[in-house]
């Protein structure tokens, strides 16, 4: 084993950000942990494009454009890609909306919605567009492991990275795998 460190990057597309809290929450193992990797992109760092890297791991599934950039973009740079929580696995709990028209949904929140002063559906060219339904990443691009829960519990991020530090499957116990 060289010194180099383990290259880390993380990323939340439609997700809620409770998959990198959960990461944080292995505390003061984050110390330990920070000696054997460093981060790239990341809500942690602000490296602003994902370079090459060791492990990616994706919070989140996809709903607009940008979200599909981000994950290609991963999916180039990152030698092993994990699909971290059920938003990224089956879209989880924002994937409810593709029960609905996505036409409707605009409606509803930016013209008739409660409390609408101004209405109109924001088009800026800035703004990424919606896409038609939110995906699990896996219909994007090909994924390596899933680590599932909403959000997963620290300890199973630990038994998913640690191994895989040392050129390891990962192995995560029963306990820490659920779906909720
Ligand atoms: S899986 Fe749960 S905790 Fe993770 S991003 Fe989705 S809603 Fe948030």
Known sequence: MTDQKIRIATASLAGC????????????????????IEFNRSPLTDIKHCGPSDIG???G????ADNVRV???FRANCKVLIAVGACAINGGVPAMRNYFDLRECLEEVYLHGTGVTNPQIP?????P???DKVYPVQEVVRIDYFLPGCPPPADAFLQMLMPLLDGKAPHIANN???YD
């Open 123 to 127: 088009d800026d060219a800035e703004l």
């Open 129 to 131: 567009l919606l896409l």
């Open 176 to 178: 820490q795998l659920h």
């Open 17 to 36: 950000f409770g998959c990198h809290m959960s990461f944080l929450d292995i505390d003061e193992k984050l110390v330990q942990l920070n000696e054997r």
């Open 61 to 64: 599934g996809v709903c607009n």
């Open 71 to 73: 994950l290609r973009e």
């Open 57 to 59: 791991l994706i919070e």
